[in-house]
């Protein structure tokens, strides 16, 4: 199993700080995609449990919440994501 910390730019170039756990191997896999206000962190063990089970797992936060610099707008932006 493979988990690191990636900065994923948005089209305006803002870095929205993602978690990525992937299950050995390169094959291509299925993914799990977790964006949050509420911190990424708190989904480090359920990553690691999609991807025991074969998924790409990823955990996000959102624009302007915790890791991920910007103005959080609540209901607004995730177009912007």
């Known amino acids: 199993m493979n988990t690191r910390t990636v900065s994923v730019l948005t ?15 390169d094959r291509p896999r299925p993914a ?3 964006r949050t206000p509420y911190g990424r ?13 074969g ?8 624009r302007g919440r915790h890791g991920s610099p910007g103005e959080w707008h609540p209901y607004r932006d995730h177009e912007k994501a």
């Open 11 to 25: 089209p305006d170039g803002t870095p929205l700080a993602t978690d990525v756990c992937l299950p050995d191997g």
């Open 32 to 34: 799990v995609l977790i």
């Open 41 to 53: 962190d708190a989904h480090r063990a359920e990553l690691r449990g999609w991807a025991a089970h």
């Open 55 to 62: 998924f790409a797992a990823l955990a996000q936060d959102v």
